[in-house]
């Protein structure tokens, strides 16, 4: 029960401006604000509602509180805007989910107004009660050893000894963030700040000043706020989704990458800033420049330095160094001792084909774990979705590759012979298969099957 971690979390109140608590169905059990905003939240009409609820601009895939339930997300120190009786704030969050014996049992997210995250510095709020990794990953955590894992290591050595952008492509759950991480943390810019930006997550309209920053104006009514370039400033930003960015936007990034400059909007003084800026693309760039997701300039800006993190089923010789990597994990967060998987599961994991790659595994091995009755996970403890799945591609792929007239009329059969064990007449295999007995009699002599 989350309500039994209060204590601890509630501390949290000296450091943030918002805490907000769900429980595991993502209903909200606390939701204070400490600090004076645009808007008030009052609390007891936010219990037991859903963030998206009580902030109806966010979505389950923009709701950091949602990702912590549903993926075991952690967020650190995102920019989101959120929307309450309609008005709007820029936040930095950071969120977690609670783990209680491998199940997540709630999540916990801290806000912090931008205008009060300049002057104190950012803490690691993930430290207090989570027993996630806090510091940002570093090259070492990257697991692996396969070709390509090694050449992203590196490419990421190589690149974090420059300044220079980098642009890193991936399919989801590759590990995209965990290698801007690794960037920064070799980098020399270690010491200063890190912000991650996913620019799907927040409206067009808002991302200049968000970027940019704002001063007070009488006829904006904005405030003097810093963008996240003056913020990171000496470290580095990571922009996620950047093809989900408007093209205009892109423009205006470009700009500032190249002028290593920004002005906030209402101001004419531009001001001087050195920050890294890691780019991240979930498709290939060149496809992106196709459909016009991407400009070719900013593209071309990015891309000397291009990272592309292969997916799981380019490189399954990993598969048993992170299915130690991720057992290890487990069983000090579930307090078990797992020391491996059956044969048979082995053989599931080299033959499926990962589409949601790392996080997919390490998902599939937690759970697997909460369930294992003994020290080997067996093919039962896998998640039914992951095991019908790889069953109906096993099946799929066992009729060859002719066309699907062909490949239905194997089935028919097989069908057919396998219903025909035992049977004392050809009425009761019409019967078994719930067909008539003409209809029978017709297949019988399609498939030349003498039974
Ligand atoms: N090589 C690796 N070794 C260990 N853990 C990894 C590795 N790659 C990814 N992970 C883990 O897999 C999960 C997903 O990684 P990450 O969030 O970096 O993916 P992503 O590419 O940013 O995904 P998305 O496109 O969905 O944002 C994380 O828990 C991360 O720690
Ligand atoms: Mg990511």
């Not at 940002?136 to 974090?160: A, P, R, T, W």
């Not at 048979?344 to 997919?360: A, L, M, S, T």
């Not at 089935?411 to 219903?419: P, T």
Request: charge should be negative; proline fraction near 3%.
């Amino acid at each position: 029960m989350i309500e039994t971690y209060y204590d601890i979390i509630t501390k949290i109140e000296n450091f943030v401006d918002g805490l907000m608590i769900v429980d595991e169905n993502g209903l909200i059990k606390y939701n204070k604000q400490f600090a004076k905003g645009p808007f008030q939240i009052d609390e007891k009409q936010s219990l037991g509602k859903t963030p998206m609820e009580v902030f109806p601009n966010l979505t389950e895939e923009t709701s950091t509180c949602y990702r912590a339930l549903k993926y075991g997300e952690t967020t650190k120190n995102q920019l989101q805007t959120l929307n309450h009786n309609g008005v709007e704030i820029t936040v930095l969050d950071t969120t977690f989910p609670v783990i209680e014996k491998g199940k997540v049992i709630g999540a916990v997210s801290t806000t912090r107004f931008m205008e009060t995250s300049l002057t104190n510095d950012f803490i690691d709020l993930s430290t207090m009660t989570s027993s996630h990794k806090t510091d940002f990953y570093e090259i070492s955590d990257i697991m692996g050893s396969s070709e390509g894992i090694q050449l992203l290591k590196y490419k990421i050595h190589k690149v974090s000894k420059t300044s220079s952008s980098v642009l890193i492509y991936g399919e989801t759950g590759t590990g995209k963030e965990l290698v801007a991480q690794s960037i920064h943390s070799s980098s020399s810019r270690r010491s200063s700040r890190f912000i991650s930006q996913n620019c799907a997550a927040i409206p067009h309209t808002l991302l200049e000043s968000i970027f940019f920053g704002t001063t007070k104006g009488i006829y904006t009514g904005a405030e003097n706020k810093p963008g996240i370039f003056e913020l990171a400033d000496g470290g580095t930003i990571f922009l996620d989704e950047i093809n989900s960015m408007d093209l205009s936007m892109q423009a205006k990034l470009l700009k500032a990458i190249e002028e290593k400059k920004v002005t906030r909007i209402g101001s004419s003084e531009s001001k001087k800033i050195d920050v890294r800026i890691i780019a991240a693309v979930n498709e290939n760039p060149l496809d992106c420049i196709n459909s016009n997701k991407m400009r070719k300039d900013l593209y071309y800006r990015l891309s000397s330095l291009q990272i592309k993190v292969p997916p799981l089923r380019e490189r399954k010789t990993d598969i048993p160094e992170l299915l130690d990597h991720f057992i290890k994990i487990f069983n000090s967060e579930i307090d078990i001792n797992i020391t491996g998987v059956s044969d048979e599961v082995y053989d599931i994991f080299k033959r499926y084909d990962w589409p949601g790659n790392i996080r997919e595994f390490r998902n599939t091995v937690e759970s697997a774990m909460n369930f294992a009755t003994s020290e080997t996970i067996e093919k039962q403890d896998l998640p039914e979705t992951l095991l019908n799945k790889e069953i109906s591609r096993s099946h799929a792929s066992g009729y060859g590759y002719g066309n699907l007239n062909e490949a239905v009329a194997k089935f028919e059969k097989d069908f057919i012979l396998s219903r025909s064990k035992d049977i004392k007449s050809l009425s009761e295999l019409a019967e078994r298969l719930d067909i008539s007995k003409q209809s029978l009699n017709y297949k019988l002599k399609k498939y030349s099957l003498n039974l």
